[in-house]
């Protein structure tokens, strides 16, 4: 079965890259050497590597709903490994955005059974709904970026594999498409 949408963009890619280039992909199956691990939002509108203009190879790329750094993931934790230890990553970037559906389901108690396991985790990096009244939703994905940069600074892994790796939070602004980078504790206080 062929996706016809997918199979004709597939086509009109090959052709634009080998037109700029003809020995490109067999550039690319000597393999990769990216420069960033990237944890992201799943959210179709938010693509670490279209948004910031990155070529294949550049970025190696982990995606889940509100992107959560959990110690008890294993496809996180072998990707985190893989990108440390294997790949030698220079720079961590956790990328959230403005209108996360993520977050405000955590946020507003989204009770479905599928999904409330996961949020439940969101939940925990959120503050508590009486301190936080008053945050956006903008303020939420926010602080919820800066505690998963916090979450993966103490990540087992990092810890052993990621000396000297700088580890950088930002907020895609879906509205603008803008990227802000943001400051965490740690960083304020210098
Ligand atoms: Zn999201």
């Given at each position: 079965?062929?996706?016809?949408?997918?199979?004709?963009?597939?086509?009109?890619?090959?052709?634009?890259?080998?037109?700029?280039?003809?020995?490109?992909?067999?550039?690319?199956?000597?393999?990769?050497?990216?420069?960033?691990?990237?944890?992201?939002?799943?959210?179709?509108?938010?693509?670490?590597?279209?948004?910031?203009?990155?070529?294949?190879?550049?970025?190696?790329v982990h995606r889940?709903?509100?992107?959560?750094?959990?110690?008890?993931?294993?496809?996180?934790?072998?990707?985190?490994?893989?990108?440390?230890?294997?790949?030698?990553?220079?720079?961590?970037?956790?990328?959230?955005?403005?209108?996360?559906?993520?977050?405000?389901?955590?946020?507003?108690?989204?009770?479905?059974?599928?999904l409330k396991p996961?949020?439940?985790?969101?939940?925990?990096?959120?503050?508590?709904?009486?301190?936080?009244?008053?945050?956006?939703?903008?303020?939420?994905?926010?602080?919820?970026?800066?505690?998963?940069?916090?979450?993966?600074?103490?990540?087992?892994?990092?810890?052993?594999?990621?000396?000297?790796?700088?580890?950088?939070?930002?907020?895609?602004?879906?509205?603008?498409?803008?990227?802000?980078?943001?400051?965490?504790?740690?960083?304020?206080?210098?």
């Amino acid at each position: 079965m062929r996706e016809e949408v997918l199979d004709k963009s597939n086509k009109n890619f090959m052709r634009r890259i080998k037109e700029k280039n003809p020995t490109y992909f067999d550039e690319l199956r000597k393999g990769q050497h990216p420069d960033y691990f990237v944890l992201s939002c799943s959210d179709s509108r938010v693509s670490p590597t279209a948004i910031t203009d990155m070529p294949l190879g550049r970025m190696f790329v982990h995606r889940n709903i509100a992107n959560q750094v959990r110690r008890d993931d294993d496809s996180f934790t072998a990707g985190l490994y893989y990108g440390l230890k294997h790949l030698e990553v220079k720079k961590i970037i956790i990328e959230g955005h403005t209108f996360c559906g993520g977050v405000i389901a955590a946020w507003h108690g989204n009770e479905e059974e599928h999904l409330k396991p996961w949020l439940n985790h969101i939940r925990d990096s959120l503050p508590e709904k009486e301190e936080g009244n008053c945050l956006s939703e903008e303020e939420l994905a926010r602080i919820n970026v800066i505690r998963q940069v916090e979450n993966l600074k103490t990540h087992p892994v990092f810890k052993q594999y990621g000396e000297g790796v700088d580890v950088i939070g930002c907020l895609f602004h879906v509205e603008s498409g803008e990227i802000e980078w943001l400051e965490t504790d740690d960083e304020r206080r210098l």
